[in-house]
């Protein structure tokens, strides 16, 4: 679970409906979360009664799609299961919903959901490369966006309970190992 709609493998109903229409219109289906906070612009002055219509709509299956897997996660932690989240939406929004000022209404309800109906996971790992490496293995963005989420994770180090981070320049098995050593750790800790 997390916050990619198009890599998730459990979706409300009308999320599953927002993406078939996407697709239909030919508008991509997923941005992989949210826009850097520095590419963010003021809130527009005013918007027309469609946009605020579709801002609510937006704005309801989002609150609705993140409360069903908050829900997932809090049944299977409390039945002692171990739950990964491949990014979280309290997280990934933390730089532009949660802390950013002169945001769209809409975003500024998501910002207080996140804050106070979303926990924060027990254990954030941050699988980290620089950017210029996940930059060749990927091609997805630029070095420089990709620089800019890097400082955007680094930064939930003081906000987080427990943030651990774990190279990716390493051999896979070892990376592996650390990985599996600290959800051990958390778990028995």
Request: proline share 6%; charged share 30%.
């Amino acid at each position: 679970m997390g916050v990619s709609a198009r890599s998730a493998d459990r979706l409300l109903p009308t999320t599953r409906l927002a993406l078939a229409l996407k697709r239909r219109r030919g508008a991509p289906t997923d941005t992989g979360g949210p826009r850097l906070a520095s590419t963010i612009a003021p809130c527009p002055q005013s918007r027309t009664p469609a946009d605020q219509l579709r801002a609510a709509l937006r704005l309801a299956n989002r609150l609705a799609e993140e409360s069903q897997r908050e829900l997932t996660v809090r049944w299977r932690t409390n039945r002692g299961e171990i739950v990964v989240v491949d990014r979280h939406y309290r997280l990934d929004y933390y730089a532009t919903d949660v802390t950013m000022r002169g945001l769209p209404w809409d975003r500024r309800v998501h910002g207080l959901f996140l804050r106070h109906a979303l926990r924060y996971p027990d254990l954030v790992i941050h699988l980290y490369a620089p950017a210029e490496v996940l930059h060749a293995r990927k091609g997805e963005g630029t070095v420089e966006v990709l620089a800019m989420r890097q400082l955007e994770y680094e930064a939930l180090a003081d906000v987080v309970p427990r943030f651990e981070r774990v190279s990716v320049e390493q051999p896979i098995d070892r990376t592996v190992q650390d990985v599996l050593q600290l959800v051990k750790d958390q778990r028995d800790g």
